[in-house]
């Protein structure tokens, strides 16, 4: 089971600034990385790559097949996978109705951030929806 989901302070600030910028709709980016196995399930995150929120919308998101298609070779050609999705929130940064549906369908990490309390969620789906703990390395 994953238990933990780590990602730099540069892309962690990088996806508030986006979040921020995208007010009052919500924003979204897929998280490309690796998954380690040590003492425990580590996702690592290396990179964030913002992609457009085809809903426009400040209640749900989602992205075009284009988009992730491109995202998946760019994880290719860097040996690394699409380990994540993070979507920004008006709300509190847990998986909304609409949300826990997708992440049963894509069970990747799925971060959150709120634009309201300005706090980040980790989640994922692994028999249930579970919240993962957040490392930020500096
Ligand atoms: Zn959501």
Redesign the pocket.
């Known amino acids: 089971m994953v238990s933990r989901l780590t990602l730099s302070s540069n892309n962690l600030k990088h996806l508030v600034s986006l979040s921020k910028e995208a007010l009052p709709m919500?924003c979204c980016a897929l998280l490309l990385g690796e998954t380690k196995v040590r003492n425990l399930i580590e996702v690592i995150v290396t990179d964030a790559i913002s992609v457009r929120n085809e809903d426009r919308s400040s209640a749900?998101?989602s992205i075009e097949p284009e988009e992730l298609l491109n995202a998946y070779r760019l994880a290719e050609a860097k040996k690394l996978q699409v380990v994540g999705i993070f979507?920004s929130?008006p709300s509190y940064p847990v998986?909304?109705s609409?949300?826990q549906r997708y992440m049963k369908i894509n069970p990747v990490a799925w971060l959150?951030y709120s634009t309201t309390t300005e706090e980040f969620g980790a989640f994922i789906f692994e028999d249930s929806i579970r919240q993962v703990e957040l490392q930020v390395m500096v």
């Open positions: 919500e749900s998101f979507h929130h998986p909304s609409t949300d959150i």
